[in-house]
């Protein structure tokens, strides 16, 4: 893990990049701003979590460091040592932490609950959506208070890392580390979805979704296929996470839409 700090004093703001060794897109954003080195009103760390998994150009070595919290410092696994490092990092902070997907190549941000912090820092922040998880997650920093998780693209992108960098400033700017106008745009108002349920992936060769992300699908609509037999709704949902191949077991998860965040 290596961190570095703009700004005197102890940081109350952090952004995390590489949770994931294959999602280099937060690593962009943290050099930049190493590079930068923009006058800071507050103190500010900035982490690449796993940089062993990042030098390989793996996911993780031993275990899912985004689902190993709360860690343990003695543990055999790479991952769950890690998390507990990482978690004693962020502890006070208001964190940022930087993902990509397969699934969307616009950014988004996930929170476990809607609470003052994110209901201010969400409507500042160039994303679509902002997911909430509802306690659905297991084992994941945005478990941990005052953590944004952001998905800024597709994975590997170039769009991603730029989205990273332009969403870390903005997230910086509304959390008075920088200056606002270092930020691009005014705030918005950012649509909330709260997760439901999984959307399970029956066993195929061959897999294709029709549904897009965010965009509600009706009871009786197709929105996936498995080896070519059409999956059909239940009952409406909104499409979170869609894709075909993003997860092992699961298209991705069914959601409702929850309402709007704004300033």
């Known amino acids: 893990m290596r961190i570095h700090q703009l700004g005197d004093g102890t940081p109350e703001i952090c952004v ?58 003695n543990a055999e696994s790479h991952e769950r040592r890690l998390a507990h490092d990482l978690s004693r990092e962020v502890r006070g902070c208001t964190t940022l932490a930087i993902h990509s997907t397969q699934s969307f190549g616009e950014p988004f941000a996930v929170v476990d609950s809607v609470d003052p912090v994110s209901r201010d820092v969400a409507p500042k922040l160039p994303i679509v959506a902002l997911i909430e998880t509802d306690e659905r997650t297991e084992g994941r920093l945005v478990e941990y208070p005052n953590v944004i998780e952001i998905e800024a693209g597709y994975q590997g992108s170039e769009a991603a890392a730029e989205n990273a960098l332009e969403v870390t400033r903005a997230f910086l700017a509304a959390t008075g580390a920088i200056d606002a106008a270092e930020a691009a745009g005014p705030a918005v108002e950012v649509p909330v979805f709260r997760l439901s349920d999984p959307i399970p992936k029956p066993p195929a060769e061959r897999y294709e979704v029709f549904a897009a992300n965010f965009e509600r699908v009706r009871e009786g609509e197709a929105f996936a296929a498995a080896d070519g037999q059409e999956l059909t709704a239940e009952e409406p949902f909104y499409p979170v996470l869609l894709s075909p191949y993003g997860y092992e077991n699961q298209f991705g998860y069914a959601a409702r839409k929850a309402g709007d965040v704004e300033q």
């Open 16 to 73: 995390v990049a590489a949770v994931h060794g294959d999602e280099p897109c937060g690593v962009h954003a943290v050099e930049q701003l190493i590079a930068d080195a923009p006058p800071v009103q507050k103190p500010v760390k900035l982490v690449v979590a796993n940089e062993e998994a990042l030098e390989a150009g793996v996911r993780y070595l031993d275990d899912d460091l985004n689902r190993a919290f709360p860690g343990d410092p």
